[in-house]
């Protein structure tokens, strides 16, 4: 075993909130083959949808006896479609698809929310912050959102609306969650873009941006969107899934669940020195943990969702769609297994 393997294992193990002897990290792991679960997650490596990656670098789903392999995607939209056809059986995107999917006849169920405010940013380039008092001043310009039909596109609307805008006042375009983003705006492919942490604190540090409207706190969520908060990312499954796999899903919410009791638990530092670099997507940890706490104040404290915060994002949803959408609020989500592992599950 290399050195970098060891700390990752020991990391892993005192995180997952192992127990000790004699100093020692002990911590029982699943025996016997662990059952492959497929995860298509909506970005690569963005806090939006940290627990995802929290859970599997600290062994949380290998101590449920599984192997979770996660694929991303440049949006929520891909994953969302993937979840949809059956392509996976959980995935990390916002709790928007659900609504669309339903118009479809389609039924997602969010079983974990990671965030109950958006959690993002619209960045512009650092010339331009001044030529934008307020967000009617977008009239005419190219916003980049992660991809089309995303939450980010839902947002860019809403926000328009709210501003006295029409929809076709502003041309959105898809740019991706990650580096894209970064490159898209620095490049002046767009004018103003939707982002997500790491890469929107990235853009502050290296210049190349600056955060004009951030949707992190109830306080700037309320402001912008007229919510006092606003369910947005999380895990999310088909309803049949939940029928005929719940102790599987109740593994899945376990371990995403003492991902997000770890993150409060623990501050900025200890949660990028705990991540492998990978999982940091390249960033630095003393960066990476800055762009954490940027980020900070939008997560849940354990995957709870929210009634209101369902209610908000249909109704900003139903703008987006044309047409209120059909679906009660009580359909789009399923609180039996995070409660459940609240109660039980440790760090």
């Not at 694929?71 to 059986?89: I, Q, R």
């Not at 762009?291 to 997560?299: E, G, L, V």
């Amino acid at each position: 075993m290399n050195d970098l393997t060891r700390r990752r294992m020991l990391s892993g193990l005192a995180a997952a909130g192992a127990s000790t002897v004699f100093g020692v990290p002990q911590f029982a792991i699943a025996a016997g083959p662990r059952e492959k679960v497929p995860v298509v997650v909506g970005s690569e490596h963005a806090l939006v949808y940290l627990p995802w990656d929290l859970a599997k670098a600290l062994g949380y789903f290998e101590a449920e006896g599984l192997d979770v392999e996660i694929t991303y995607t440049k949006g929520g939209s891909e994953a969302a479609t993937a979840l949809a056809s059956g392509s996976c059986d959980y995935s990390g995107n916002a709790i928007d698809h659900a609504v669309a999917a339903a118009e479809r006849g389609k039924s997602l169920q969010m079983i974990v929310d990671f965030m109950n405010q958006p959690g993002i940013a619209l960045m512009v380039r650092p010339g331009d912050k001044d030529k934008y008092k307020t967000f009617a001043d977008f009239k005419g310009k190219t916003i980049g959102v992660t991809s089309i039909g995303s939450a980010t596109h839902v947002l860019a609307l809403y926000m328009a609306k709210r501003a006295g805008l029409g929809k076709d006042d502003v041309k959105i375009v898809g740019v991706g969650g990650g580096a894209t983003m970064i490159s898209a705006l620095a490049g002046s492919q767009v004018d103003a873009a939707y982002g997500n942490d790491p890469y929107a604190t990235t853009l502050i540090r290296t210049g190349r941006g600056v955060q004009w409207v951030g949707l992190y706190t109830s306080a700037e969520t309320r402001k912008w969107l007229g919510f006092k908060e606003y369910c947005f990312t999380g895990a999310l499954t088909r309803s049949e899934v939940i029928q005929k796999n719940p102790e599987r899903t109740q593994k899945i919410v376990n371990a995403l669940v003492r991902a997000h009791k770890f993150m409060a638990t623990r501050t900025s530092a200890q949660i990028a020195a705990a991540l492998p670099d990978e999982f940091r997507g390249g960033t630095p940890a003393a960066d990476w943990a800055a762009s954490y706490s940027h980020s900070r104040p939008a997560y849940t404290q354990h995957g709870e969702i929210d009634l209101e915060g369902v209610r908000a994002n249909i109704e900003a949803n139903a703008y987006f769609l044309g047409a209120e959408p059909k679906v009660k609020p009580t359909q789009l989500f399923d609180l039996t297994f995070v409660d459940r592992a609240a109660k039980s599950v440790r760090v």
